[in-house]
């Protein structure tokens, strides 16, 4: 159900305006019968799928979608996380709101919000890599596809921080799962107590 959702915004994100890719993006939302829990509001396994719109529509209107396809590159998400406020309720209008927040050597990161009359709702990031046949692209390469603002976003520290505590290891690399062996630092643990 979602690949034909994400092909319905692919074809109208064709219609709609070109941006930059370093403008903030909108669309217009609303939350539908599939996407609810029991309690009637939107689920939160479904937030993160609709995040992957604004991405889509921010691609698709900034050209970055052709000039990936011309050169043989996809997109995979490595890393993501979100944050809830308040609840959408079935049926209920909002705009997913998508930002490039910044480029680290390999990564590039986003934020969404989700947003009810300027209020936000619930917010991510999502940290993403470009990958060719040789692997993920550096953050040179994706400035010379993409272009470059005067100003590159700088990424807060908290994104450096997030994103060494949660990585995994490469795929080079073993990641056996074993629970038995599960150890925190002294200051997770300290920060999980709180």
């Not at 669309?27 to 509001?41: A, K, N, Q, S, T």
């Not at 209107?61 to 490595?78: C, F, I, L, N, P």
Request: hydrophobic share 40%; charged share 30%.
């Amino acid at each position: 159900m979602h690949f034909f959702r994400m092909i319905l915004h692919l074809l109208r994100s064709r219609r709609r305006s070109a941006r930059d890719i370093w403008d903030t993006y909108s669309l217009p939302m609303r939350v539908h019968l599939g996407e609810i829990d029991i309690f009637m509001h939107l689920n939160n396994g479904k937030y993160l799928s609709i995040m992957d719109l604004g991405r889509l529509d921010m691609m698709m209107r900034s050209g970055a979608w052709q000039a990936m396809r011309d050169r043989g590159w996809s997109g995979v998400v490595s890393a993501e996380t979100v944050s809830f406020r308040k609840s959408l309720k079935l049926w209920q209008r909002y705009t997913l709101e998508t930002k490039v927040c910044g480029i680290d050597e390999r990564t590039v990161f986003f934020e969404h919000r989700m947003v009810v009359d300027g209020e936000i709702f619930a917010r991510a990031y999502v940290a993403t890599r470009v990958i060719s046949d040789n692997g993920p692209l550096t953050r040179d390469d994706l400035i010379e596809a993409f272009g470059v603002p005067e100003n590159v976003p700088e990424l807060p520290e908290w994104i450096h921080e997030w994103r060494r505590h949660n990585a995994l290891p490469s795929t080079r690399r073993p990641a056996w799962s074993d629970w038995s062996k599960q150890r925190f630092s002294r200051d997770r643990a300290a920060v999980d107590s709180h």
